[in-house]
């Protein structure tokens, strides 16, 4: 059974804090990484994607990858009460054109 | 990132009709598309896997009696959810795979409510 697991949250930070998200998977073959962020009532949305080890920015955004470990992480740079959501972290295993496996999501919320 | 639209945004509709949702790819031909479904305050749950020109693949659990899917052309793929009931009441959201990447690109959802 490949999976994709996340703490549910929430993870609560306070406005201009780094928040930090985890996620690890099951399957050591998996070779594409994702982050979406879906606010309530709306579908995902594409934020970032990551496919070889190490840190991938872009604006306020950092995605890391360590495939050893079996981690991917989103990071969150001065926090802002719109980037309240819930954070769901995707994977694709080794066959191109799968579905993406998703997990649970984490619910992260900023105070201002 | 590339735009993919779904019709209706939403539907109310009484016990036993049937329902048809539309999945567009606007800027983008998708040779596969993804159904998903989500109940509130619960995770994404594939329904099936859609391919251009051939059978859908349902999920294990998934009727495809019921819930049927049509992608008939690069841009467009069609979820039917026949004799709904009350139970089918959710929010149904489609996904479109772009060219060889694996990256996936949400519709805005559809939500249905079945009276």
């Known amino acids: 059974q490949k999976e994709v697991e996340q703490n549910s949250g929430p993870l609560s930070v306070p406005e201009g804090a780094i928040a930090s998200l985890n996620c690890t998977y099951s399957d050591r073959g998996s070779q594409s990484f994702f982050w979406y962020r879906q606010y309530s009532g709306k579908s995902p949305e594409l934020i970032m994607s990551?496919?070889?080890?190490g840190d991938k920015e872009d604006g306020r955004f950092t995605a890391q990858l360590n495939k050893a470990s079996q981690y991917v992480s989103l990071l969150i740079r001065d926090s802002q009460p719109s980037d309240s959501a819930t954070y769901l972290c995707a994977v694709n295993i080794a066959q191109a054109g799968t579905a993406l496996i998703f997990g649970k999501g984490t619910t992260l919320s900023v105070s201002s | 990132g590339a735009v993919v639209s779904q019709h209706p945004s939403r539907v109310i509709c009484k016990s036993g009709t049937s329902v048809k949702i539309e999945c567009r790819s606007l800027d983008f031909q998708a040779t596969t598309m993804f159904w998903y479904r989500q109940f509130p305050k619960q995770s994404l749950m594939l329904m099936a896997t859609?391919?251009?020109?051939?059978?859908?693949?349902?999920e294990q659990g998934v009727e495809k009696d019921k819930f049927l899917i049509n992608h008939a052309s690069l841009t467009l793929s069609t979820l039917t959810v026949t004799s709904a009931h009350p139970e089918d009441s959710s929010f149904y959201i489609c996904s479109a795979r772009l060219g060889l990447a694996d990256e996936q690109f949400f519709g805005p959802g559809t939500r249905l409510t079945v009276l």
């Open positions: 990551i496919y070889s080890n």
């Open positions: 859609s391919n251009e020109g051939s059978k859908a693949t349902y």
